[in-house]
């Protein structure tokens, strides 16, 4: 099956430090590329839509200045949280699909776990 | 606007069993398609069956199965010959056909299986 990686799985940084996660296919190109957010035995939450080549599209609510994202490529998204702060402190995890169909699966990565102190 | 509900916040069932987790959905879109994910501790978001609005069968994986009831709007996943390694969180999602790929997430439903 299609592998997403993420990287760095685990991250620790000091309260108004920068951090960056990225998001690879491996073995597929993504089209697009979806970042989520999902606090403790919580659903996950869609953060922003990101399509290679092109400006990202953020759901309602999220900071675009904040959470910075850069389809630089059709393998590779890359999430910055700049500023980071505590209450950033979350799961963070991609997914990558081919393209925008409804039976288009998404292939999620393994999650980066950000802790700001 | 669409919406995803599972009831079910927590499942029990033991080893060998059947056990069905529920799921409802609500869409104006004509075209959707239904996912079912695993999530153990470790985080990772595993990809388990998909169904398609207009598919006339039920979808199978292996152990996995979806009983998909169009008039009722649910699609509840059936896991058989339940095992240790199927505890974990499991989310069902939805992808409508103006949804320009977004997934809509229910709230997850944590199944514990004991030996």
């Known amino acids: 099956g299609a592998v997403v990686s993420q990287h760095p799985s685990w991250v620790i940084c000091k309260s108004g430090t920068s951090v960056k996660i990225e998001c690879r296919s491996l073995?597929?190109?993504?089209?697009?590329m979806f970042w989520y957010r999902q606090f403790p035995k919580q659903s996950l939450m869609l953060m922003a839509t990101s399509n290679e080549g092109s400006k990202a599209t953020y759901e309602q609510g999220v900071e675009k200045d904040k959470f910075l994202i850069n389809h630089a490529s059709l393998t590779l998204s890359t999430l910055t949280v700049t500023s980071a702060h505590p209450e950033d402190s979350s799961f963070y995890i991609c997914s990558a699909a081919t393209g925008t169909e409804i039976q288009e699966t998404q292939y999620f990565g393994p999650g980066t776990r950000l802790l700001v102190l | 606007a669409q919406k995803i509900t599972q009831t079910q916040p927590g499942m029990f069932v033991q080893e060998k069993e059947a056990v069905t987790l529920d799921c409802t959905y609500d869409t104006s879109d004509p075209s959707y398609g239904l996912f079912w994910y695993k999530q153990p501790s470790s985080g990772e978001m595993i990809f388990l069956i998909y169904q398609g609005s207009y598919d006339q069968q039920n979808a199978t994986e292996g152990r996995y199965s979806l009983n998909f009831q169009k008039a009722r709007k649910s699609a509840n996943l059936v896991i058989s010959a339940s095992q240790l390694g199927d505890s974990a969180m499991y989310f069902c999602?939805?992808?409508?056909?103006?949804?320009?790929?977004?997934?809509?997430f229910g709230q997850g439903t944590i199944l514990t299986v004991h030996p």
């Open positions: 999602a939805m992808l409508g056909g103006t949804s320009y790929g977004k997934l809509t």
């Open positions: 073995d597929f190109q993504a089209t697009t």
